[in-house]
């Protein structure tokens, strides 16, 4: 069973800076596309960026820029570095793995079998 488990959460102010972190525990997910979303209240689960295996990344079209995704396969993480944080930004941000491998980064939450419980990031104006 893979389980992912976020961190780094947290309230910081409009163009701030946050690194998010992903443990990934279980089977090994060396092959395995590793997503970031984020959920407002009130709102649609929204993709933010995707990684594939061969650390080829998809970013969402409001973060592209601003936001890095990367992976270490040795070290079962995925993180997310977000720079110039907006107020409507805040969300509860979740990792997300598909179970199955490629080179496909889907945006499309359904695409996802396994996910974290989540991180609170906070963002004041």
Not at 9 to 35: E, H, K, P
Not at 70 to 82: F, G, H, P, Y
Request: proline fraction near 2%; hydrophobic fraction near 35%; charged fraction near 15%.
């Amino acid at each position: 069973q893979v389980q992912p488990v976020e961190s780094g959460g947290g309230l910081v102010q409009a163009g701030d800076s946050l690194r998010l972190s992903c443990v990934i525990s279980g089977n090994s997910f060396m092959y395995n596309t590793i997503a970031w979303f984020r959920q407002a209240p009130g709102e649609e689960r929204e993709f933010i960026a995707g990684i594939n295996w061969r650390h080829t990344a998809n970013y969402g079209g409001s973060t592209e820029g601003r936001f890095t995704i990367a992976r270490d396969n040795e070290k079962n993480t995925v993180s997310l570095q977000m720079n110039a944080l907006k107020p409507e930004e805040a969300a509860i941000y979740y990792c997300a793995v598909s179970s199955t491998g490629g080179l496909n980064i889907s945006t499309m939450s359904r695409q996802y079998d396994y996910w974290g419980q989540g991180t609170q990031v906070t963002v004041s104006s």
